[in-house]
């Protein structure tokens, strides 16, 4: 069994912000939101699980993402290719996440007149700007001692002061991320170590394989568990870019609320909030029933769930629970569509648990239907992306001087594909009627 026990209220008050009010999140029925970057927005990481979350949280609202990112980008090299890579989107709203490149020759002085360009050049096409800081390089650096990271600091700073001025949004994730980061650093090599061992301990006919599962066995049991951000310091891989996606969505005023079930045996119905239970059944130490929730959890691509016990901000713009009270003391298991999908016991049920952190159990004998959901949206997600660079290089193509006008023909063809692909992730993130089973193990 993998699964934690985590109370609302801790999870509440684990990354309360008590001087900053909840920002609105800067999302409305008809966007389209066009995510301008360099290479770490390009690996489609963050931004596709971002862009992942809103269309499972806001199933009501109807708009569309695309990336624009490139590697090696600065501000002014954003600036130089706006028309065709931005603008032709026509946008609504543009996110800017720049930095990490411009910090090798750009004093901060600069890097805030060069975002006061790109705000009036957003601003140029009616589009609402809403600014992201960089990511930190993840050095082992704290703010306690800062080096390679003291510019990427000092334009975060100047860049809530330059969104306050402006009145945009602002999401710093420099800030939310560069302890956190910093302080697991010297356990990423235990992380990459263990990662490898875990794979190696796995075959049976290795030599002196036994020790090599001791290993494992002492692994699994520290507490944190060490985390490898993967990637490398500048572009992190799932680990740190779920973090990254979670960081900029609070920041931004996401709403974190699914849903909630409270019910217990030989009872009426029970509780809800945000979902609708139906067909309910109880008997002396078990429930059962339908559950069809207004919205999704938040979409967690399965390589960064090893992340969730130092990212406790992923959890809290996903409080998906379900709680049981009233049961006997003892193990039991959580059948969803019919399958087993997890194991607890009933004190864990008492505290409520968020379905969120439900992994795969090894018991199971089929695919746990809400982490289906969750892959699909992402999988939809991927594949959209995939149409919207093709999109890019073509825009790229026609809007060049003496271009052939045949290729704008074809790149409204190209623009069909890619709202197509739009429709197949709403519908990917459509909430599906769930049959839940809470009964004794034995």
Not at 366 to 372: F, M, Q
């Amino acid at each position: 069994m993998r699964l934690a026990a985590l109370l609302l209220a801790g999870l509440f008050a684990s990354s309360a912000v008590a001087d900053e009010p909840k920002a609105a999140f800067p999302l409305k029925d008809g966007d389209v939101w066009v995510m301008a970057g360099d290479s770490i927005t390009a690996q489609h990481l963050h931004s596709n699980y971002f862009e992942a979350f809103c269309y499972a949280r806001y199933p009501n609202l109807r708009f569309a993402f695309r990336n624009s990112g490139v590697g090696g980008h600065t501000i002014p090299t954003t600036l130089a290719r706006f028309d065709y890579d931005i603008a032709a989107w026509k946008p609504t709203v543009v996110s800017v996440e720049l930095g990490m490149n411009d910090q090798g020759g750009t004093p901060t002085e600069q890097f805030i007149k060069n975002m006061g360009t790109m705000t009036m050049r957003i601003r140029g096409i009616n589009a609402r700007p809403v600014i992201f800081s960089p990511s930190p390089i993840n050095n082992g650096e704290t703010m306690a001692k800062l080096t390679g990271n003291k510019r990427l600091s000092e334009y975060s700073t100047s860049l809530k002061a330059f969104c306050v001025k402006e009145e945009l949004s602002y999401a710093d994730q420099f800030h939310a991320l560069v302890d956190p980061w910093g302080k697991n650093k010297p356990r990423e090599r235990i992380a990459n170590a263990y990662m490898t061992v875990r794979q190696l301990a796995q075959d049976k006919s290795l030599p002196g394989v036994e020790h090599l599962q001791e290993f494992v066995a002492v692994g699994d049991k520290l507490n944190p568990p060490p985390v490898s951000m993967l990637g490398d310091p500048v572009h992190p891989g799932a680990p740190g870019q779920l973090m990254m996606a979670a960081a900029l969505l609070k920041r931004l005023g996401a709403e974190g609320y699914v849903s909630e079930v409270r019910v217990k045996p030989d009872s009426a119905v029970g509780a809800t909030k945000g979902c609708t239970i139906t067909n309910f059944k109880s008997g002396e130490n078990s429930v059962a029933f339908d559950r069809l929730d207004d919205c999704l959890p938040f979409p967690i691509p399965s390589e960064a769930r090893v992340v969730l016990p130092l990212a406790p901000e992923v959890l809290e713009l996903s409080q998906y629970t379900l709680k049981v009270t009233g049961l006997k003391d003892g193990d039991y298991v959580l059948l969803i569509n019919g399958g087993r999908c997890a194991g607890f016991t009933a004190k864990q049920l008492a505290a409520s648990i968020n379905l969120t952190e439900i992994t795969v159990d090894p018991l199971a004998m089929t695919v746990n239907p809400i982490v289906a959901q969750m892959q699909a949206v992402l999988a939809a997600v991927s594949t959209k992306e995939g149409l919207v660079n093709q999109w890019r290089g073509l825009s790229q193509r026609a809007h060049a001087n003496g271009a052939d006008p045949k290729l704008m023909e074809e790149l409204a063809a190209l623009t069909k594909k890619v709202e197509d692909a739009d429709a197949r992730i709403r519908d990917a993130a459509k909430p599906k009627k769930l049959h839940f089973a809470i009964q004794p193990a034995n």
